[in-house]
């Protein structure tokens, strides 16, 4: 068979002030015709820069391509001028972008950005190209289409933008679709149906498809091979399942280990140094060393750290999860009975009003919150999961009092906070912290860290003088596995892992005693998300911290929680014990949002292949 695309010796280099990037360093792939290529790594391995290298979309000023060739249909990409690159590029190459929302422009209409790339790529009229849009819409699933091609981005969920941007990308019927990370910032269930409108798309069309993302288990959920990057350079390239039935290198090895299973019953997750040491050589080039996890270093993944605690006994008979010792491990603990809550919250409420009309009269309410109810005990960790809209970071935010509850109670160790004033509040601010979900949007890029975490505690009165401080500060960066030299640095100068870091050590700066982590390892890899999430898990059984853990990703919030409250439409749908939860959900709902997790089994792998080339007889034969 040969290849629809073949990148031979490939390497795209970034020429900075610093020195040269070597981004992609060498690689070779192909991509064949009605089949699925899967490119996987962390941020920074090479995948998006070499699927931009594909699209000649690098800036020129920067980069340069120092090796290599890219043969599409018997030319080659980077030897063509950029007039003809340019017929190639959204009629038989198309993309679709990480970001829908930052991908689309935002004053024009979503119907006339899919129609300008039709017209620009095809011989019809603007009547035709309407119609032609319509179909599209009508094709990925977005419902009302005829309606919908009128809408602007900010009228649209994410989910639908996504679709958007997949519509525009087929518009043109390419025959190689390259996607990139097309699901990172969506809700599991939207990126269930996304991955499955892919898959059907690809099949029917016969088209191929380039899909690069940082999550294995997404992986296994839609390629047909898959090649492993790793610091720019393919460190593995096999079949989707050989990959999963038998990895080889042993950073393929920490990506599949380090992703949270719901049916994981580890309290430490792995990480990829678990499986490999890097050094740098006195070339400045890297050298892996395998490690192979011994059988007590797994053992103590499972068995260190402190068990469940969940809610007193009567409480969980309240929520229909009477207390059954068997049906937890050992070493889980209920709260004594007679102790008092931390947090309390009663009925809460939170309404935004929707106005129209020259006097911007409220015609109606958009009810974030709706009336939810519930504890959370001194050393616990309460999971609060659900979709994008369900109200989970709305509840976050109106505990800290950054939005006005609409109605109920919000007690904090006896004190309801709900009608307190800025200044009533400001001792509360202490002990209540919040870590975001984008670190890098909610650290100031003007202030060193050093400046960042020294004034969180001169503002709450931390510390004695400047000194004290400065080495308060310079012992948080350690306690959060950075290094007290970076003090004097800026958030820019960090990865995205780090800079995460960062934000847990400004939350801990004023010794908090409860933490709200809104998504605060969503946006993160797998890899980096399993050291945070170690971490938050550490530092809450050396501070005794109590959490509330919010996220979108219920495998994620199993394996931080004690207790989880599942939300949707602003109401606290299921609430009780984090693995009673899912080993039996009892809403819809809950149901959907774990068949919604991507299914990593092999048995799962060899099924969708199996489906995948029954479909594809199935088109052959017409």
């Not at 063509?80 to 829908?100: C, T, V, Y």
């Not at 947090?343 to 106005?355: A, T």
């Amino acid at each position: 068979m040969t290849a629809l695309l073949e990148i031979k010796g490939l390497k795209t280099y970034f020429h900075t002030d610093a020195g040269t990037v070597k981004a992609v360093d060498e690689i070779s792939l192909h991509v064949d015709p009605g089949r699925t290529l899967g490119i996987v790594g962390e941020s920074g391995s090479g995948k998006s820069v070499t699927s931009l290298t594909v699209m000649k979309l690098l800036p020129q000023a920067a980069s340069s391509i120092e090796a290599g060739e890219i043969s599409f249909l018997g030319q080659d990409l980077i030897k063509l001028p950029d007039s003809e690159m340019r017929k190639i590029r959204g009629k038989d190459i198309s993309m679709i972008f990480q970001e829908p929302g930052t991908a689309l422009n935002p004053v024009h209409r979503v119907g006339d950005q899919v129609m300008e790339a039709i017209l620009l790529h095809q011989n019809v009229s603007t009547a035709e190209a309407r119609q032609r849009t319509i179909e599209l819409f009508e094709e990925v699933g977005i419902e009302n289409a005829e309606e919908k091609i009128r809408s602007y981005p900010h009228e649209m969920s994410g989910g639908q933008k996504q679709r958007v941007m997949i519509a525009m990308a087929l518009s043109c019927k390419p025959k190689l679709l390259i996607a990139d990370e097309p699901t990172t910032a969506l809700d599991v269930t939207i990126q269930a149906q996304i991955l499955e409108l892919l898959r059907d798309l690809r099949d029917n069309r016969q088209m191929s498809l380039l899909f690069i993302t940082h999550d294995l288990g997404v992986i296994a959920e839609i390629a047909d091979d898959v090649a492993v990057m790793y610091r720019g350079r393919v460190v593995e390239y096999k079949p989707v399942v050989e990959i999963f039935e038998n990895p080889q290198h042993p950073y393929t090895k920490g990506l599949l280990a380090c992703r949270p299973q719901p049916d994981m019953n580890y309290k430490r997750l792995p990480t990829v140094s678990d499986f490999m040491k890097t050094t740098i050589k006195e070339d400045g080039e890297l050298e892996l060393t395998e490690i192979t996890p011994r059988a007590e270093d797994l053992e103590r993944m499972k068995n260190q750290g402190r068990g469940r605690l969940l809610s007193p006994e009567a409480e969980l008979k309240q929520l229909g999860h009477p207390w059954k010792p068997e049906d937890h491990p050992s070493d889980t603990k209920l709260i004594p009975a007679d102790q008092q809550t931390l947090l309390s919250v009663q009925d809460l409420k939170v309404y935004f009003p929707l106005k129209k009309g020259v006097l911007s009269r409220v015609y109606d309410h958009v009810r974030a919150v709706d009336g939810i109810s519930f504890n959370v005990y001194r050393g616990q960790t309460l999971g609060l999961v659900g979709e994008s809209g369900c109200g989970k970071t709305t509840t976050g935010r109106a505990i800290m009092k950054l939005v006005q509850a609409t109605e109920g109670k919000i007690f904090f160790e006896g004190t309801d906070l709900v009608p307190l004033t800025e200044r009533e509040m400001k001792p509360f601010r202490r002990k209540i912290q919040i870590i975001f979900q984008d670190p890098y949007a909610s650290l100031n890029p003007r202030l060193t860290v050093q400046g960042m975490l020294t004034e969180a505690m001169k503002v709450n009165g931390v510390g004695s003088n400047k000194n004290d401080r400065l080495q308060r500060a310079a012992q948080l960066l350690v306690e959060v596995g950075l290094l007290a030299e970076h003090l004097g640095r800026y958030p820019h100068e960090f990865s995205g892992g780090q800079r995460q870091r960062i934000c847990i050590a400004r939350a801990l700066a004023v010794e908090p005693e409860f933490i709200i982590c809104d998504e605060s390892v969503s946006a993160l890899d797998v890899s980096v998300q399993a050291q945070v999430c170690n971490l938050l898990k550490d530092l809450q059984e050396e501070r005794n911290l109590t959490y509330i853990f919010i996220s979108h990703d219920l495998s994620v919030v199993k394996f931080m929680s004690d207790m989880m409250a599942v939300m949707n439409d602003g109401k606290i749908v299921e609430f009780g014990p984090a693995e009673s939860i899912y080993a039996h959900p009892q809403q819809e709902y809950t149901q959907k949002l774990i068949s919604a997790i991507p299914n990593d089994s092999l048995d799962n792998i060899r099924t969708h292949q199996r489906q995948r080339e029954e479909r594809q007889q199935a088109v052959a034969k017409g």
